[in-house]
T-cell receptor, first 110, second 118 residues
């Protein structure tokens, strides 16, 4: 089955700096890679996603890159703000079934 | 769009009682709904997958008779924890995958239900 590894597990940055979270996956059949943001006591919220036929996607301060050959994808957040503090999960999806990474706790210090 | 609701948001019950949790897709029809359990500071653990009109598929190690799932319609799935015990206390989250449009691979999550069994 699919195995997704996510790094780092915790990340602390100063407000205004950039944050990068990386994930690797094992199943080359996975073709859809969403990223979720989860705030304390709430359900995960989809923030950006990318499909295997695209190498990069950007939405304002958030971008995702995908390297299919190396089987890794990354989340980039620029100009971080305190409200970006949360747990971020990556996932790799094959045939509608998602496998999640273990999560990264991002702390943005004001 | 793509809103999923869960009810109740939190529940406290006595050991041995049953608890029902509802998951609704409010503005789209869901082909499939997923039920997860999340331990503190951990990732999402898939427990079961339900498709409208058919039996749910349970992950290995999950007791079917303890976590009954009924996917009654394209917008509603319910999960009943039967004879709950303190070890069932956890944060349970559902997600729904759209039937069409919106990206049918995408899962949209509910806000979660905090279950505490005394």
């Amino acid at each position: 089955g699919e195995n997704v590894e996510q790094h780092p597990s915790t990340l602390s940055v100063q407000e205004g700096d950039s944050a990068v979270i990386k994930c690797t996956y094992s199943d080359s059949a996975s073709n859809y890679f969403p990223w979720y943001k989860q705030e304390l006591g709430k359900g995960p919220q989809l923030i950006i996603d990318i499909r295997s036929n695209v190498g990069e996607k950007k939405d304002q301060r958030i971008a995702v890159t995908l390297n299919k050959t190396a089987k890794h994808f990354s989340l980039h957040i620029t100009e971080t703000q305190p409200e970006d503090s949360a747990v971020y999960f990556c996932a790799a999806n094959n045939a509608g079934k998602s496998t999640f990474g273990d999560g990264t706790t991002l702390t943005v210090k004001p | 769009g793509a809103v999923v609701s869960q009810h109740p948001s939190w529940v406290i019950c006595k050991s041995g009682t049953s608890v029902k949790i509802e998951c609704r897709s409010l503005d789209f029809q869901a082909t499939t709904m997923f039920w997860y359990r999340q331990f503190p500071k951990q990732s999402l653990m898939l427990m079961a997958t339900s498709n409208e009109g058919s039996k749910a598929t349970y992950e290995q190690g999950v007791e079917k008779d303890k976590f009954l799932i009924n996917h009654a319609s394209l917008t509603l799935s319910t999960r009943t924890v039967t004879s709950a015990h303190p070890e069932d206390s956890s944060f349970y989250i559902c997600s729904a995958r759209p039937r069409q449009g919106l990206g049918t691979d995408t899962q949209y999550f509910g806000p979660g239900t905090r279950l505490t069994v005394l």
